[in-house]
């Protein structure tokens, strides 16, 4: 039941024309910034590897989330948009199975999002580079921007990218999912995560030059931007930040279910 | 004899001599033959200008506290920003922002729920479109060129040269903005495509000042500048005039 359900789900959300749109954005975007760090950095050794791992920390996380936002503002007022709530107090079986739903597609879309911008950064590195060893230790490579210590190979760097980067975009997936439950229109929501993202870069990159204020550096320190970019690696370790996030998902996702939305037109 | 013949037929035609005219027959007659005849419509010019001038009111009549509070954002930022800010960077990604910012609210009430209503108006949606359009576009311009001023007086560098690459890349935003406008509102007539196109705007003045990407952008040559405004301009003058000649969006 609930398979069919998802795929249902899965196909309205592939389905958008929106999607499409901001994939191809970020497509050439990537493409872009990759292109701009291939004429900057100097001549070295396994630079298909750096260049893969250090791809989202340094450049990939400012619009990693952008995509993803758009997502959940199709995904949950579609069916306000399309006046269909009378419809919707009419489903089979109930609000809460409804909304479960959408999450789990949203999660399966994070998990595409993240492996597509990996998938376009290592397409790019490869035409400019050729393939390293993936066995290779993170040693030889040099200075990369995660300092993680310990003994890695790459394909595990790039794994535990992968984990970490998935659970810190469906947190905020959570969050923004909250949020668009109270408000109707996907254009406001499409601004409201936008708005969360660019506020705290801006003031992360030039405000704070002129206001050095502790609250604003705590906001900063502590926003989605800082989880997205890998910082708070530097404030907690691996498992602390684990434990956390999975945590922090499972009360928000009980949280979104259990709270009371939007539910029938005016 | 004849003259004789000719009094008589006389006589016989003289009650037929002033046929009466059916005053009624003729109205209908002239009124069928006006509903055949091509009617004369006023020139495109005239229609555009009244159009125009409609727009400029709309958009100043509804945004005016959006497009004030813009300028006067712009300014303090070129006033308050140290001198050592690369002011170049951020001429380049300001100058479509009023598109940006009114671009989405052209088709609030023209949407697809309108589309019917629509059929009853006298000026059909393309053309209403096309007005709008140029009307954003020129209000983008005006700031650019208050942009450009302040820009010419904030760097203190007299190169001239830089300065006239900086004017010429100005432009080719509005324009790509002002294009792809075009092209979705046709295409899509959805107010969250155009969030996306925003965001994407966004990612890319991100990207601009954050990473090497705008050195790079600023030592293409400018001769490319000027080609690639040349062919977005042409571009959007004949999209205009083809969207201006579109037929009426039916219903089904």
Redesign the interface.
């Known amino acids: 039941m609930v398979s069919t359900l998802i795929r249902m789900e899965l196909k309205k959300l592939v389905m958008q024309?929106?999607i499409h749109?901001?994939l191809a954005?970020?497509t050439l975007?990537i493409g872009?910034?990759q292109k701009?760090?291939y004429?900057?950095e100097e001549v070295q050794l396994y630079r298909f590897s750096k260049s893969l791992l250090d791809f989202v920390p340094m450049?990939g996380y400012?619009?990693l989330l952008?995509p993803i936002?758009?997502a959940v503002?199709?995904v949950l007022p579609f069916e306000y948009e399309q006046k269909m709530m009378e419809l919707l107090a009419t489903y089979k079986y109930g609000r809460k199975i409804f909304l479960l739903v959408k999450l789990i597609v949203l999660f399966c879309y994070c998990a595409f999002i993240v492996f597509y911008f990996f998938l376009v950064a290592g397409i790019i590195s490869y035409f400019f580079y050729g393939l390293d060893n993936w066995m290779l230790d993170i040693e030889s490579i040099g200075y990369m921007y995660i300092d993680l210590g310990g003994e890695w190979r790459v394909w595990e760097v790039l794994a535990f990218e992968y984990v970490y980067l998935l659970l810190s975009t469906f947190t905020f997936v959570l969050c923004l999912f909250l949020v668009a439950q109270f408000v109707r229109?996907?254009?406001f929501i499409?601004?409201i995560g936008?708005a969360t993202f660019?506020v705290v870069?801006l003031f992360d990159?030039y405000v704070t030059r002129f206001i050095n204020h502790d609250y604003i550096n705590l906001i900063i320190k502590y926003s989605f931007n800082r989880l997205v970019n890998f910082e708070f690696l530097n404030v907690f370790t691996f498992p602390q930040l684990f434990i956390g996030l999975i945590i922090g998902m499972l009360l928000l996702i009980i949280v979104n279910i259990l709270v009371e939305g939007i539910t029938v037109n005016d | 004899m004849s003259k004789k013949k000719d009094e008589k037929i006389l006589h016989i035609l003289e009650p037929h001599a002033h046929i009466p005219i059916n005053q009624q027959h003729k109205e209908s007659v002239a009124a069928t033959l006006k509903a055949f005849v091509p009617v004369s419509e006023q020139s495109t010019k005239v229609i555009f200008k009244q159009l125009f001038r409609q727009a400029v009111m709309e958009i100043w009549h509804r945004q005016k506290i959006a497009l004030c509070t813009l300028f006067l954002l712009l300014f303090s930022f070129y006033l308050i920003l140290p001198d050592s800010f690369d002011y170049t960077l951020l001429f380049l990604v300001t100058t479509p922002l009023p598109l940006l910012l009114i671009g989405?609210r052209i088709l609030e009430n023209l949407g697809e729920d309108m589309v019917e209503l629509l059929l009853t108006y006298k000026y059909t949606f393309q053309q209403l479109l096309c007005a709008k359009i140029v009307a954003i576009c020129s209000i983008a311009f005006i700031y650019y060129t208050f942009l450009g001023i302040s820009l010419i007086f904030a760097m203190n560098e007299n190169l001239l040269q830089s300065i006239l690459q900086l004017l010429i890349m100005g432009i080719t935003p509005i324009l790509i903005w002002a294009v792809v406008l075009l092209i979705v509102q046709i295409q899509?007539r959805s107010?969250?495509?155009?969030?996306?196109?925003s965001?994407?705007w966004?990612?890319?003045s991100?990207?601009v000042i954050?990473?090497?990407?705008g050195e790079?952008l600023l030592a293409v040559h400018v001769g490319f500048y000027v080609l690639f405004n040349g062919i977005l301009f042409f571009s959007l003058v004949k999209l205009l005039s083809k969207t201006w000649r579109l037929e009426r969006v039916t219903v089904g």
Do not use: D, H, Q
């Not at chain 2, 954050?210 to 990407?213: I, V």
């Open positions: 024309k929106e749109i901001i954005i970020c975007m872009l910034s701009v760090y004429s900057v450049v400012l619009f952008f936002i758009v503002a199709r229109r996907s254009i499409m601004l936008g660019l870069e990159k | 989405w899509y107010n969250s495509i155009w969030g996306i196109f965001m994407g966004i990612l890319f991100i990207l954050y990473t090497p990407l790079m």
